[in-house]
């Protein structure tokens, strides 16, 4: 399990609160006869932060990025002197431009922004710049709303330099969910490592318990009825 430096326990301890506040993290009642759910790597869980509900109130996700942007140029000054934040579509498109602009105001000098969609092709995911590009040679920072093991951020790493881009080897998210180093330096609001089991070792599969998709609307809200 990755340690918490003493700033990212200060971060966490301010910012998973009002994650929470929010209504923006489930977490599993206890009783087997209420469901539980699937994570993005089908693995099972008994909590999830959901980085919508978070993102739809638009003055705390301004006060998240100006918090972010912040806490990546203390942690990593070489931040100051990127190009662009990349962000994987659709959840990180409002932390990329929310990190940019409050990065824009810190420097004082304009830091653009942008975002990678999915592609599946023959069963093998990839992003890809559908709608715009970035310029030769820039210096990206990725961010994300949420990093689990990883994959996106890795995914997007690999369209920024395919794109020609120079990716810094630093990953900004509201909530890291990562249990483990993945090998790169993680800069986030809230770390609350993912409890998550084998389907065939899940034990609120053991007691019956039906597994959701916790992303779809109507699932959330089944989820925060009970
Ligand atoms: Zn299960």
């Given at each position: 399990?990755?340690?918490?430096?003493g700033?990212?326990d200060?971060?966490?301890?301010?910012?998973?609160?009002?994650?929470?506040e929010?209504?923006?993290?489930?977490?599993?009642s206890g009783?087997?006869?209420h469901p539980h759910?699937?994570?993005t790597?089908?693995?099972?869980?008994?909590?999830?932060?959901?980085?919508?509900?978070?993102?739809?109130?638009s003055?705390?996700?301004?006060?998240?990025?100006?918090?972010?942007?912040s806490?990546?140029v203390l942690?990593?000054?070489?931040?100051?002197?990127?190009d662009?934040?990349?962000?994987?579509?659709?959840?990180?498109?409002?932390?990329?431009?929310?990190?940019a602009r409050?990065?824009?105001?810190?420097?004082?000098?304009p830091?653009?922004?942008?975002?990678?969609?999915?592609?599946?092709?023959?069963?093998?995911r990839?992003?890809?710049?559908k709608r715009?590009?970035?310029?030769?040679?820039?210096?990206?920072?990725?961010?994300?709303?949420?990093?689990?093991?990883?994959s996106?951020v890795?995914l997007?790493?690999?369209a920024?330099k395919?794109?020609?881009?120079r990716?810094?080897?630093v990953f900004?998210?509201?909530?890291?969910r990562?249990?483990v180093?993945?090998k790169?330096r993680?800069v986030s609001l809230?770390?609350?490592p993912a409890?998550?089991?084998?389907?065939?070792?899940?034990p609120?599969?053991?007691?019956?318990?039906?597994?959701i998709?916790p992303?779809?609307?109507?699932?959330?809200?089944r989820?925060q009825?009970l």
């Open positions: 399990m990755e340690r918490h430096s700033l990212e200060h971060m966490n301890n301010i910012w998973f609160p009002r994650i929470k929010v209504g923006a993290f489930w977490t599993h009783i087997a006869s759910i699937w994570t790597l089908k693995n099972h869980s008994n909590e999830y932060f959901n980085g919508y509900v978070f993102g739809q109130n003055p705390l996700l301004d006060e998240a990025c100006k918090s972010l942007a806490f990546l942690r990593f000054p070489e931040i100051l002197d990127v662009r934040i990349i962000g994987p579509a659709m959840g990180a498109i409002c932390i990329a431009d929310g990190v409050h990065l824009s105001n810190i420097r004082q000098k830091c653009l922004s942008g975002f990678v969609e999915k592609e599946e092709n023959n069963g093998k990839r992003m890809v710049f715009m590009n970035i310029y030769h040679g820039e210096t990206v920072l990725i961010v994300d709303n949420t990093i689990n093991m990883g996106s890795h997007t790493a690999e920024v395919e794109a020609g881009g990716v810094l080897p900004g998210a509201i909530m890291n990562s249990a180093s993945i790169t993680i809230a770390h609350i409890t998550q089991w084998k389907p065939n070792k899940c609120l599969c053991a007691k019956n318990s039906e597994v998709e992303q779809l609307p109507r699932n959330w809200k989820l009825g």
